[in-house]
T-cell receptor, first 115, second 112 residues
Framework: GAVVSQHPSRVICKSGTSVKIECRSL??????MFWYRQFPKKSLMLMAT?????????EQGVEKDKFLINHASLTLSTLTVTSAHPEDSSFYICSASPTGANVLTFGAGSRLTVL | GDSVTQMEGPVTLSEEAFLTINCTYT??????LFWYVQYPGEGLQLLLK?????DKGSNKGFEATYRKETTSFHLEKGSVQVSDSAVYFCALTKYGNNRLAFGKGNQVVVIP
């Protein structure tokens, strides 16, 4: 079945540094990937839609310059949290579906802790 | 905007008990409705779905019926097992574009 891998699964960084999280579709190609943020005891919030070969589409209220998304190939999307601060600490989850399909596969998530 | 509301708080129950998790939605048009499950340390997995009113989704003993009149999609299982311990998310999408709106999720703990 379709597998989505996220790396790293956990990352701790100092305030002010940037952190990159990768989302890979291992056995299928994905024109579109989605990035979610999950707060403690809260729902998953869609941050942006990552589009291969073009700019990401951000949801209202999500800072584009803070959360940089790059979808350079059909199997890889990256989320870079720039100049991270403690309030950016969260669980980030990506999802993807094979091009043309309507079934999403989710990664296991990446826990970011900013000190 | 479109939204999903799940009942508050974790759910703790004994093995073989009946499980219900309430989910209601607010959306214009005709959304598709989903239940996702997240086992510890794993990604979200699609549990079941329904794409139109009165459809019943079912999988692994879980069921949910799309009720347009009450805008609900409650999840039920007649006899839970310890292995059903997980977080369950209700979600909706429109336009078939995979942009999901999630509820807050419910932690379910099944004790032997």
């Amino acid at each position: 079945g379709a597998v989505v891998s996220q790396h790293p699964s956990r990352v701790i960084c100092k305030s002010g540094t940037s952190v990159k999280i990768e989302c890979r579709s291992l056995d299928f190609q994905a024109t579109t990937m989605f990035w979610y943020r999950q707060f403690p005891k809260k729902s998953l919030m869609l941050m942006a839609t990552s589009n291969e070969g073009s700019k990401a589409t951000y949801e209202q209220g999500v800072e584009k310059d803070k959360f940089l998304i790059n979808h350079a190939s059909l199997t890889l999307s990256t989320l870079t949290v720039t100049s991270a601060h403690p309030e950016d600490s969260s669980f980030y989850i990506c999802s993807a579906s094979p091009t043309g399909a309507n079934v999403l596969t989710f990664g296991a998530g990446s826990r970011l802790t900013v000190l | 905007g479109d939204s999903v509301t799940q009942m508050e708080g974790p759910v703790t129950l004994s093995e073989e008990a009946f499980l219900t998790i309430n989910c209601t939605y607010t959306a214009t048009g005709y959304p598709s409705l989903f239940w996702y499950v997240q086992y510890p340390g794993e990604g979200l997995q699609l549990l079941l779905k329904a794409t139109k009113a009165d459809d019943k989704g079912s999988n692994k003993g879980f069921e949910a019926t799309y009720r347009k009149e009450t805008t609900s999609f409650h999840l039920e299982k007649g006899s839970v097992q310890v292995s059903d311990s997980a977080v369950y998310f209700c979600a909706l999408t429109k336009y078939g574009n995979n942009r999901l709106a999630f509820g807050k999720g419910n932690q379910v703990v099944v004790i032997p």
